[in-house]
């Protein structure tokens, strides 16, 4: 029965390509963070890249971006982000922390009044 898509994995891929991404995942990554990257890369792998090759090293650092942009807050160059955002595209992610960036806290600080000098 290998190579037949095995009832309740991600995506409807196969044991083999299952267990080929979770040789992936880091070794502290949480379970909520792999779980959404593992399905960035199980999306984006037609027959899983070689061991060590560019195409799987970029697949990797893509799936690192998304969700470090995603979980963490990163930004990235306009490109990569934008590269990135399209792989990911159709991922639902409901649990992902909601931040607030310095630019919207300057905002709220101006508009109420507040002064940031120390004087």
């Known amino acids: 029965m290998a190579g037949k898509a095995a ?3 991600p995506l409807g891929r196969t044991a083999e390509e299952v267990a080929w991404a979770e040789a992936l995942r880091g070794a502290c990554e949480p379970e909520q ?4 990257r593992r399905e960035f890369l199980l999306r984006n792998v037609g027959r ?16 690192m971006v ?4 995603v979980f ?10 934008e590269k990135a955002l399209e792989m990911a595209e ?6 992902a922390p909601v931040r607030t960036t310095r630019d919207e806290l300057v905002a709220k600080v101006k508009k109420r009044g507040i002064s940031s000098s120390n004087g």
Do not use: F, T
């Open 48 to 63: 899983p890249p070689a061991a060590g090759s560019a195409e799987l090293q970029r697949l990797v650092s893509l799936s």
């Open 90 to 95: 159709g991922i639902q992610v409901s649990d």
């Open 33 to 36: 963070h792999w779980r959404h």
């Open 66 to 69: 998304w969700a470090n942009h």
């Open 72 to 81: 963490l807050g990163c930004r990235y160059p306009p490109q990569v982000m």
């Open 7 to 9: 009832r309740g994995e």
